[in-house]
């Protein structure tokens, strides 16, 4: 990696250029978690057990993907750069990728639909793989300083964040708008797939990468050996337990949300206020964990952030059809207060533990840790909770009915609605506390870590190094310092 001496300068034309490449990232995975679950039953009159299965089966073909495009653009070669040449590649195909998913096609039988979208959610995991694993690389390699990278991350996350509050107060409206479902989703799918894609334009030209001393491919480490071997890395292993820890919470919560305002708590009219809310609450609360993190570190800030969700999911319990609409939308402040944490703080994290993985390695992957971020992402998402929300919903007898028509679901389906929605993201919020507690990298920690791996690279000798350095890089890699695949041994 380049020398700190080096570095650009960032401005704000180069924080916002970074930062637009996650309104796909945060709004595409925000739409298919709030709305694809709802879509494929009432529109498209799927089955929920059938329709769940859907985005679940695709992660076979993911855990393949992924990994091989980590791998892909760790070492890819071009006058672009190894990350930002995939932006210019994938504006076209966002657009179309995120358009097939929501044709209501008319076939006859489930079989048919089923393949449909089977293949249609193939297409779009593909090119946001494509696209995202290059993006979230980026971030470790504009600059080496540890503030910046946090600033990166908390614009990235602005721009995700404002992409999820566009989608939750337009997307329902845009839909609505047309008077037909069917028609509705669609020019919806259109509408934000141009969304997503057209800015990365601008991420392109706005972005660069630092110079980085390639070395000829290791010999030992084949694709898929490269992938496993960034569980060796003690600091990832507690970062990816967070990540699904949050993010697995927060799909749950939102892919609930449209069912039990609508069913439980028969105010249909209130999930765009409520999506609204928690959207905007997230942006506001983000500059607040910034500087925690800055200050603290960031499994401080994490912990804060999912000890206020956990308590504002609790108080879901106290809320009933006849609550006033103000306790809802308190409710849901504290909600995207505490969410805006758990959704950024785990990829402000993939910088800082890339930088464990090069003394751990002495090679730059970051690439490969986007990847296992962006599989992970996916199967939390598709193979988890969408799958087993769609058995869930069959198990406690949910009936399924039109968009513009409701049905009174029994006392017991409400129950188990009420219960799965408050529970589940309970129980992962107060997991992800605890495991966060185990978390080495601080930004103390961090300089130590970096003023190593640059005295290595200086031709450095690892029987020089000083007792506290040894400890704090054991500390962060789980291994004894005389085992580190070093600079030096490189």
């Known amino acids: 990696m380049a020398r700190a001496a080096e570095e650009r300068e960032i401005k704000l034309l180069n924080y916002v250029s970074y930062g637009l490449g996650d309104l796909y990232g945060g709004g595409s995975f925000f739409i298919i978690s709030t709305f694809a679950m709802y879509f494929l039953v009432t529109v498209v009159g799927m089955k929920p057990a059938l329709a769940g299965l859907i985005p679940g089966l695709g992660k076979i073909w993911d855990s393949i993907s992924d990994p091989v495009m980590g791998y892909i653009t760790d070492n890819t070669k071009s006058r672009f750069g190894r990350r930002r040449v995939f932006f ?52 470790a390699e504009m600059t080496l300083d540890f503030q910046k990278r946090n600033r990166l991350t908390g614009t990235r996350m602005v721009f995700s964040m404002t992409a999820t509050l566009t989608a939750g107060v337009a997307a329902q409206p845009l839909i609505d708008a047309f008077g037909n479902q069917r028609t509705g989703h669609l020019v919806m799918g259109i509408v934000f797939g141009a969304f997503f894609a057209l ?3 601008l ?40 990540y699904i820890f949050a993010y697995a ?34 942006i506001i609360a983000l500059p607040i964990y910034v500087r925690i993190a ?33 306790l809802l939308i308190l409710n849901c402040f504290l909600i995207g207060a505490g969410m805006s944490a758990g959704v ?5 994290l993939l910088p800082f533990v890339a930088d464990v993985d090069e003394l751990i390695t002495s090679e730059h992957r970051a690439g490969t840790y986007a990847g296992a971020m962006t599989l992970i992402r996916k199967l939390i998402q598709g193979a988890l909770v969408l799958p087993l929300m769609g058995l869930l919903l069959e198990l406690i007898g949910y009936q399924a009915h039109s968009a513009e ?22 129980i992962l919020a107060i997991a992800g506390v605890l495991i966060s507690t185990r978390f080495p990298i601080t930004p103390a920690n961090h300089a130590v870590l970096r003023d190593e791996i640059d005295r290595l690279r200086s031709g450095g000798s690892m029987k020089d190094v000083d007792p506290a ?3 704090v890089c054991e500390k962060l890699s789980g291994q004894k310092y005389e085992t580190l695949y070093t600079l030096e041994k490189s």
């Open 199 to 201: 800015p990365y334009l």
């Open 88 to 139: 210019l590649i994938g504006i076209i195909p966002i657009i179309i990728t995120f358009t097939l998913i929501w044709i209501p096609i008319d076939a006859e039988g489930q079989l048919a639909i089923f393949l449909y979208y089977f293949f249609a959610y193939l297409f779009f995991y593909t090119c946001s793989t494509m696209v995202l694993v290059p993006y979230s690389a980026l971030s």
């Open 469 to 471: 350095t040894k400890d």
């Open 249 to 282: 919470g927060m799909d749950v919560l939102m892919a609930w949300l449209k069912f039990y305002m609508i069913d439980y708590l028969r105010r249909p009219g209130f999930v765009t206020i409520g999506l609204g809310t928690i959207l905007i609450t997230q």
């Open 405 to 426: 028509q409701a049905v009174q679901q029994s006392p017991a389906t409400l129950m188990w609605l009420q219960i799965l929605f408050i529970g589940s993201p309970l």
């Open 294 to 326: 800055n200050k603290k570190g960031h499994g401080i800030a994490y912990r804060i952030g999912l000890g206020i969700w956990a308590l504002a999911i609790a108080l879901m319990a106290l809320q009933s059809t006849d609550s006033p609409s103000i």
């Open 203 to 242: 991420v392109f030209l706005g972005t660069w990468e630092l110079p980085v001393a390639k070395k000829p491919l290791r010999k030992d480490l084949n694709i898929f050996r490269n992938f496993g071997s960034i569980f060796r890395n003690r600091s990832f292993q507690i970062h990816i337990m967070m």
């Open 344 to 348: 950024m703080i785990p990829f402000q």
